[in-house]
């Protein structure tokens, strides 16, 4: 089935919730989407061993994949809240797994009636909630609402309170919430003395182009909109502390550079995203702080993060966790581009140029030889390459298409390909650089694969990335336990 078909099919099906790239209904026995789809989601809940508790469907429109949702009490509970999500590339196969069951602030589902067949015993009560809802306003800004304590500050906001499926008044006032500690977010804003990180590959990759403007929200002390408008560059920012003045205004690009880790309510930390993505034009650059680049075991904890020395609250995400982040907020794809840095384009044809420009190579220096009558060197890699050609073009392709190495499980010609070549490592090496591909380079592959990154070197790196956070969220003794090895203090002997 090829994406057309596939999605020709979602848009017959009778009954969902339709968003502007997806299309959810509710899974149980006997449910029908057409025979193929109802087919197809029989076959890949059967192959990815997805039981009846993933009892909602989402259908993306916009590419091949598909997700079984869990909501545990989707029949019981007004707005039920997302407990596990599995996402499916059916080109690939790739599977990305999601865990909600701890998350503060999990994506909540409105407008039930709309997931069910129009024959659904239980649709009227949903649709007589809905229609209150909206009676009451609480539709009139949705942005924000797919969240549950975004949701339920509305609600109180409001004076309402639903119970059994029924909108009513509150009888008496909430108890005052608890007090929390005094986060001073503007110990975060660091002086930097070079653009930072995300807007380096935005330069890198020629997305800013003379003419186009860059908003940066929660700019900080500025370094960046100063170091882009000395280049010629159309650059304005606004910051809650540094820059209260600046008037949040639309962009070409917009940066949300490490603001979403230094917000400690997860409610507002929803609402900054949304607010920077209703800015961008053409594209909303987002990054945050990867947990596998900081110890944290130490930090005290508050809510989603930790509390640092200097009073200041940092959320740590894991790479996956702060990309399915951002699409459960957007309902958008979240292109990775670097570790903890996130390009979201608002035309998906715009995206697709970019992934397709990204693949070539920036220099090829085998024409470049070719041109000053050097000839075409015949590396290792191309030896083999043709001495293997019909065995590693199978690998290769199955390998890039993958987006991984792949195991005993996923390529049962592994064991062959690890005798003739060494290692799996070693012939996707000889596949790319030996000529079995023109849409990948070397160096992209290897990154992607996590290949060839030796570990002291990448804390290293690291560390010269985020020098002045690292040195200021540890005390000496920490510091001198986690970074002293790539240099951090120099009092360390």
Request: some cysteine.
């Amino acid at each position: 089935m090829d994406f057309v078909a596939f999605r020709e099919l979602v848009e017959q099906i009778p009954f969902g919730k339709r968003l502007p790239t997806a299309v959810y209904v509710y899974r149980e026995a006997g449910s029908d989407y057409g025979a193929e789809l109802t087919q197809l989601v029989a076959k890949v809940a059967q192959r990815h061993a997805l039981g009846d508790e993933f009892n909602v469907v989402k259908f993306r429109t916009d590419e091949l994949k598909i997700s079984f949702l869990s909501y545990p009490r989707f029949m019981d509970v007004a707005h039920p809240c997302l407990e596990r999500a599995v996402a499916i590339d059916l080109v690939t196969g790739r599977m990305r797994d999601t865990d909600y069951a701890n998350n503060p602030n999990p994506p909540i589902l409105h407008r039930k009636e709309s997931f069910l067949p129009a024959d659904h015993p239980r649709r009227p009560a949903f649709e007589a909630l809905t229609r209150a809802e909206e009676e009451a306003g609480l539709y009139s800004e949705t942005a924000t609402i797919g969240f549950e304590l975004n949701w339920e500050r509305l609600l109180t906001s409001r004076g309402l309170a639903i119970r059994e499926h029924c909108l009513s008044r509150k009888s008496a006032p909430s108890s005052p919430a608890p007090t929390a500690p005094l986060i001073e977010r503007h110990k975060t804003a660091l002086r930097r003395y070079e653009l930072s990180k995300p807007v380096r590959t935005l330069l890198e990759y020629g997305l800013l182009k003379t003419g186009m403007t860059l908003f940066d929200y929660g700019c900080g002390q500025g370094s960046d909109v100063r170091g882009l408008q000395a280049f010629g560059h159309r650059a304005d920012g606004w910051d809650p502390v540094h820059r209260p003045d600046g008037a949040k205004q639309e962009a070409d690009i917009v940066n949300l550079g490490y603001v979403l880790n230094v917000i400690e309510d997860p409610a507002e930390r929803v609402e900054a995203l949304v607010d920077a993505h209703r800015l961008a034009k053409h594209l909303l650059v987002v990054s945050g702080l990867i947990r596998e680049t900081v110890e944290t075991k130490r930090a005290p904890q508050y809510r989603d993060g930790v509390l640092t020395q200097r009073n200041t609250f940092q959320k740590f995400f894991d790479q996956q966790e702060l990309q399915q982040y951002i699409e459960d907020a957007l309902d958008v794809t979240a292109v990775p581009v670097a570790l903890g840095i996130f390009y979201v384009f608002r035309d998906p044809m715009d995206q697709q140029d970019f992934l397709s420009a990204r693949s070539r190579r920036a220099i090829d220096w085998t024409q470049i030889s070719a041109r000053l009558g050097l000839g075409e060197p015949r590396t290792l890699w191309k030896i083999l390459y043709e001495q293997h050609k019909e065995l590693l073009d199978q690998f290769g392709r199955f390998a890039l298409a993958l987006g991984r190495i792949p195991t005993l499980e996923d390529y049962e010609g592994l064991t062959e390909v690890c005798e003739r070549l060494g290692s799996a490592k070693r012939a996707l090496r000889a596949f790319v650089q030996g000529g079995g591909t023109e849409d990948a380079d070397w160096d992209r592959v290897r990154v992607q694969f996590g290949i060839g990154q030796p570990r002291k070197r990448r804390w290293e790196l690291v560390y010269e990335e985020h020098r002045e956070l690292l040195d200021s969220f540890w005390s000496p003794d920490a510091a001198t336990r986690t970074i002293a090895g790539a240099g951090g203090i120099s009092a360390v002997q």
